[in-house]
């Protein structure tokens, strides 16, 4: 068309509310984008429709009666948050967990990242339009969530870890149960690189998509998968270790250009890794306590402190002060997939993006609204 | 002019590999199961509804009325109350559940003393009115003693297999 | 057999009605309307078939049951779903243009009907056999992008109006692709009537047209996958992004209509597939022709079917490159080797 | 760089501005600003190549309604370092009106809007002081300050 033509043509920008209701929005969250025909010229996001104070409903709360409540912020990953609490106020009260309880809690922990790293691939899958990759991948979610039921009775809001230990032991037949998964999977996430990863249309809808640099990344403190897909190789389990990481082997995937494929590509890898772990800790896990000797109620003494603990979707920070009661004076949860939505419009304006390409950057930086509303 | 038409048939040989992989699984068996006809077998530690178990031998009442289980409730749903029996022994007078405030973590199981508090296998809990979601002590007690001529039979059927 | 019988009836009829002194034309043009009815109601007999086939496939694809309750294997799913919508409240959101919104659903069916008058199902089953048949099929074929626009563009819906304008779009793209895919075989049969195309291929397999004209065949199906709005270039109604494109806003019997439209198309392009490359009703005729007609469309639509749930969908301008940028040069190569061949037999 | 090494390093430029504060467990340098530097001292902190802090972890705010104060607290990271530093300052309860990290460290931006939201601190200099997670049309009592009680909140009737 002849550029005369286009400058008597009347065109305007639009509003498109993506959400609440939206299929790829990964639950209740409102993306206002500003449009030019196909094109995202920005993005707002819009979040607090699942907000229901997770802060204040602790200070209401006992330490350990908060326990149950951290499984419903990743409703995706509920053993790391488990963990991310126990840990906060285990730090806060100086204890030593025990050893088998802390393989315990690594074994489940790995296993919580693989479950919720495949959700993270089989929705990636949904949101580039191919819709068994997401069966699949919970197909494999399922045969993890059998171990989580057969040790603590739950699959999704496991409520397993207590503060200076776990609740309860393994039960008979979950090393078989855990191995065989092991053994079983190795194959599979071949067949799942080959389906997904290779396939040359879902390649070209992830690469060079949404992409975030180091020093956004930094100055936008985004964490976990997204941060190491930007070729950030920081991962709190091996920079910062805690729990019986350094007795295990395995490697921090990291991604080159920070966009869509990089984030895709390190939490792939991070399956493997995380398998390994798995692999290893059941191996080694020594017989002993599961608990440490704690007070039967819980005084933590007064003070504060802010620890990060690595979830599969980023770091979950919890800062906790307490003035020596038995109740948390204050708690703050610092949810990685909050501040992953912030990054949202570095990743997005201005970048020729079209809507297509919002809903696979959004699907990357892999969030949970439960985490982010609070 | 060679890159585009390598990437022409690269492109199209990952798509025949894709298909590779979802064409075999026409032929394989599903894995989910038909759920009304068919059930699931439920592990041992699965949390499903809280009942209030007696002594298996004599049939006395568990519970002392402690109160421990209020207490470690997150969401408050427990509501006990304690009397004492005619041998003068500690015992519940009320005990409620709210199980539409319920959130399962099974705290309350746990802080229990006298195991008497106990999870059921039962899965299939719904109502159809939401008054009946508060669960008395007489309902708490069926639920446990149902669950016990299930496990009878589970018994039975191992037996007979 | 059944299509001698359907011939001693017209007979019968015709020398009846010409006796009672009912006008030839009229009687011809009854017929036709007969005819079409029945093709009405076989086209929608087989998009019940499809809808639940695509069911089953996409569930075992899945490791799933698919449905299993209403009826054998759940066969009867779709009535039931069918009924369903038709019981369900007639929604018109307001501030939708009303005269466009409503008549979309039925303007989106109109071309698949006609497009199957020309379909040779057996030797002799066929209701026109014109001798410009393709062509007349790829005219009315495109006449679906009407519909959609019209849907699209009356839902006063944002996601609506750019699914619409996406099919706009991507229709007219593959057109030209498709229409040249065949060219190859129009050169070598030498005739536009599908009849007489059926009838130049072969007997046997390795005489079909697929075999000459591979490259026209794949970029044919291709093609056709993309007229047809399916996975991986189901971007109108990409449900990731345009949650259900151009029809978002339509619910109930509206919405059953614009589904029920992408399963006669999508029996419709495995039909021509089957007339132009796969030997159509050979190597037999009548009923078992149709037989075998059917069982090869029938294995265009699986091939549809697994595309859609094995692939990722395009994006916009990938759509639109992967058009111009490959599957034309390409269509243009085949149809050059193919006059080449041709030329150089001679 | 150890918790006294920062601590010097900080004391030399900007001594008497700030205070240490040592709160146990004690495992991260806590220091209490005036807000009368603090933009200067926020923009040193993650411009000085000894210091690098340019992570920015956490914001939170903290209710003391006794002391009349609400503490907002920042939790900064050093990934060139690896080391961490707490910056604190006191608002004022009735009129609480603190200067923006934003500017500084873009990363805050979400976390201060959340404690706008939740417990009504202004922070001035922040370039979009806007609701987060509550709805719009909340009334203006802040659910984390320490007197908001439940039944300030209207459950909408059962029907």
């Known amino acids: 068309m002849e550029t005369a033509v286009l400058d008597r043509l009347h065109t305007e920008e639009f509003l498109v509310n993506m959400g609440p209701q939206h299929p790829a929005t990964h639950g209740v969250l409102r993306l206002i984008l500003k449009m030019d025909g196909e094109q995202v010229i920005s993005v707002t996001p819009d979040i607090g429709f699942l907000h229901r104070n ?57 296993l919580q990242r693989i479950a919720s790293h495949l959700v993270f691939w089989g929705c990636m899958g949904g949101d580039t339009g191919a819709v068994s990759p997401f069966l699949y991948g919970l197909r494999e979610r399922e045969r993890i969530l059998d171990l989580f039921e057969m040790t603590c009775g739950a699959r999704l809001t496991v409520n397993y870890y207590r503060i200076g230990g776990v609740s309860k032991d393994l039960p008979a037949g979950f090393h078989e149960k855990a191995k065989a998964f092991v053994k079983y999977f190795k194959p599979k996430l071949k067949e799942y690189a080959e389906l997904l990863s290779g396939n040359v249309i879902f390649q070209k809808r992830m690469k060079g998509i949404g992409n975030l640099s180091q020093n956004a990344a930094l100055a936008l403190a985004v964490s976990g998968p997204v941060l190491r897909g930007s070729g950030i190789r920081w991962d709190l389990r091996k920079d910062e270790p805690y729990s019986v990481y350094p007795e295990l082997q395995f490697e921090v995937p990291v991604g080159e250009r920070g966009d869509a494929w990089d984030r895709y590509l390190v939490r792939f890898k991070e399956m493997e890794q995380s398998l390994q772990i798995v692999e290893q800790a059941l191996d080694q896990i020594p017989p002993g306590d599961l608990l440490a000797k704690i007070p039967k109620v819980l005084r933590p003494p007064k003070g504060e402190v802010y620890v990060r603990t690595e979830c599969p979707r980023g770091e979950l920070g919890f800062y906790l002060v307490s003035d020596g009661s038995t109740k948390p004076y204050r708690i703050k949860c610092r949810s990685s997939c909050f501040v992953h939505v912030s990054a949202l419009p570095e990743m997005l304006d201005h970048k020729g993006h079209l809507i297509a390409d919002a809903v696979v950057t959004l699907g990357s930086i892999d969030i949970v609204l439960g985490e982010v509303d609070r | 002019m060679w890159p585009y038409i390598s990437g022409i048939i690269k492109g199209f040989w990952s798509l025949l590999v894709g298909m590779k992989i979802t064409v075999p699984y026409l032929g394989r068996r599903a894995i989910t199961i038909q759920y009304p006809k068919q059930k699931m077998e439920m592990f041992e530690a699965f949390r499903g509804r809280l009942a209030l178990a007696r002594d298996r031998e004599t049939n006395k009442e568990k519970c002392t009325g402690c109160q421990l289980c209020a207490k470690a409730c997150p969401s408050a749903c427990i509501t006990v109350t304690q009397r004492k029996d005619e041998e003068g022994k500690r015992r519940s007078e009320v005990f409620e559940i709210g199980m539409s405030l319920c959130c399962y973590c099974g705290l309350c199981v746990e802080a229990c003393p006298e195991d008497a508090i106990v999870w059921v296998r039962d899965y299939e809990y719904s109502v159809y009115d939401r008054k009946q979601l508060l669960v008395d002590k007489p309902t708490l007690e069926a639920i446990w003693r149902n669950s016990l001529s299930q496990f009878k039979k589970e018994e039975f059927n191992e037996k007979v297999a | 057999m059944i299509a001698n019988l359907v011939g001693r009836i017209y007979a019968f009829l015709l020398g009846l009605l010409i006796r009672w002194g009912l006008p030839r034309p009229v009687f011809d043009f009854g017929a036709m309307i007969v005819a079409g009815f029945v093709v009405a109601i076989f086209i929608a007999l087989v998009v019940l078939y499809l809808i639940w086939m695509e069911r089953k496939v996409s569930a075992h694809i899945q490791q799933r049951f698919g449905p299993m309750w209403t009826g054998w294997h759940g066969w009867l799913q779709t009535i039931a779903d069918a009924v369903k919508l038709l019981m369900k409240e007639d929604l018109t959101p307001t501030n939708v243009d009303k005269a466009v919104f409503l008549t979309a659903p039925f303007v989106v069916f109109v071309p698949s009907i006609m497009a199957y008058l020309v379909i040779p199902f057996s030797a002799t089953w ?154 159509g009703w050979q190597p037999f005729t009548g009923l078992l022709g149709f037989i075998c007609f059917m069982i090869k469309s029938m294995a265009v639509v699986w091939l549809l079917m697994v595309f859609r749930w094995t692939y990722p969908r395009l994006r916009v301008d990938q759509l639109m490159d992967f058009g111009w940028k490959i599957l034309v040069p390409l269509s243009f190569v085949n149809l050059f080797a193919t006059s080449l061949i041709m030329v150089l037999r001679k | 760089m150890t918790k006294e090494d920062i601590l010097a390093r900080l004391k030399n430029q900007f001594a008497g501005t700030f205070e240490v504060q040592d709160i146990p467990p004690g495992t991260e340098t806590t220091v209490k600003l005036s807000p009368g530097k603090a933009r200067e001292i926020a923009e040193y902190l993650r411009d000085d190549s000894y210091l690098r802090f340019e992570v920015p972890l956490c914001a939170s705010g903290v209710d003391y309604p006794p002391e009349n104060k609400i503490e907002v607290v920042y939790h900064l990271f050093s990934l060139a370092h690896r080391h961490y530093i707490t910056l604190k300052y006191y608002a004022n309860r009735a009129n609480p009106v603190v200067p923006s990290m934003t500017p500084v460290w873009a990363g805050f931006n979400w976390h201060e809007r959340e404690i706008f939201d939740l417990l009504g601190v202004k922070f001035e200099g922040h370039p979009d002081l806007r609701r987060i997670l509550l709805p719009e049309d909340w009334l203006a009592v802040y659910p984390l300050r320490k007197d908001f009680a439940y039944e300030t909140y209207v459950p909408m009737p059962p029907k």
């Open chain 3, 126 to 279: 066929i209701v026109r056999d014109l001798n410009i048949g393709i062509l007349y099929i790829f005219a009315i074929t495109t006449l679906v992008v009407i519909a959609i626009l019209m849907g699209g563009w009356s839902s006063n819906n944002k996601y609506s109006l750019l699914g619409g304008m996406r099919t706009a779009a991507q229709i007219i793209s593959y057109e030209v692709p498709l229409v040249l895919s065949i060219l190859g075989v129009v050169m070598l049969s030498g005739t536009l009537s599908m009849n007489g195309i059926v009838q130049a291929q072969g007997k046997w397999p390795w005489q079909w047209y697929w075999l000459p004209q591979i490259l026209g065949f794949l970029i044919y199906v291709t093609a056709a996958t993309a007229e047809v709005n399916r996975t991986p270039f189901d971007l109108p109604e990409g449900e990731s992004e345009l949650v259900a494109g151009f029809n978002t806003e339509y619910s109930g019997m509206k919405f059953a209509m614009f589904f029920l439209a992408e399963f006669a198309n999508m029996f419709l392009v495995a039909a021509i597939a089957t007339t132009l490359f796969l030997g």
């Open chain 1, 54 to 110: 997770f802060e204040k409903i602790c200070e209401n709360r006992t330490y350990p009666q908060i326990m149950p409540y951290t499984d419903r912020l990743d409703y995706v990953a509920a053993m790391t948050n488990n963990w991310a609490y126990a840990r906060t106020v285990e730090a806060l009260m100086k204890v030593e967990v025990p050893k088998r309880a802390e393989y315990l809690r690594v074994i489940f922990g790995e």
